[in-house]
């Protein structure tokens, strides 16, 4: 980070190399599509190349870039409609019917992908954010509150209170009462 600093344009096409893929799989699954992932990764680049000056080696390279995705992220996802998040629902206790099930089955799998994405668009944008890079990105409390710039307990607060809102709004298609 320090050589791309420094001017060094090879230094920083590494850091794109070894970074890229992970915040363009982070931006696909928190936006859900491929045009806006690649759209935000660059944008994403783009503010990074821009903030070189200001990086501090207080903070680990991978959690700095992220900062500056969950930006963006949270940024886009107040223009636009929330991702689907299956692992999330696998996480939940949801069952997903395989290929090949019965109509039926896979018909209600669609049904409860419909009701997530509509939970999860209720939640507030920071708090979609942070369920991604929690599922999605599989980041620990410590890196997600270094990205959000929130302690870890609040990272550990809005999870549980995101995770409980969805769990009531998703009560009905695990038998329970659907109240919410």
């Known amino acids: 980070m320090q050589r791309a600093a420094g001017g ?13 893929a992970g915040i ?15 759209d935000l990764t660059q944008q994403c680049f783009i503010n990074l190349y821009r903030s070189l000056g200001r990086y501090r080696k207080t903070a680990a390279l991978r959690t700095f870039i992220f ?6 992220a ?12 299956l692992d999330l629902l696998l996480e939940q206790g949801y069952d997903l019917p395989a290929q090949g099930d019965d109509p039926d089955e896979l018909a209600a799998a669609d049904e409860l992908q419909r ?20 599922v999605g990105r599989e980041l620990v409390y410590r890196e ?13 607060s809005i999870l549980f209170r995101a995770r409980e809102r969805l769990s ?11 109240r919410g």
Request: aromatic share 8%; hydrophobic share 40%.
């Open 24 to 38: 363009y799989n982070y931006f696909v699954h928190s936006t859900g599509s491929i045009e806006d992932a690649e």
């Open 74 to 85: 949270v940024s886009h996802s107040r223009r636009k409609a929330p991702p689907l998040s």
């Open 168 to 178: 009531r709004r998703l009560a009905a298609f695990r038998g329970g009462s659907g």
């Open 144 to 156: 997600i509150a270094a990205v959000t710039g929130r302690s870890e307990a609040a990272v550990e």
């Open 67 to 72: 900062r500056i995705a969950h930006n963006l």
């Open 115 to 134: 009701a997530y994405r509509k939970a999860l668009a209720e939640l507030p944008a920071e708090w979609r954010s942070i369920v991604e890079l929690r």
């Open 8 to 20: 060094d344009r090879h230094a920083f096409r590494l850091i794109v190399e070894r970074h890229g």
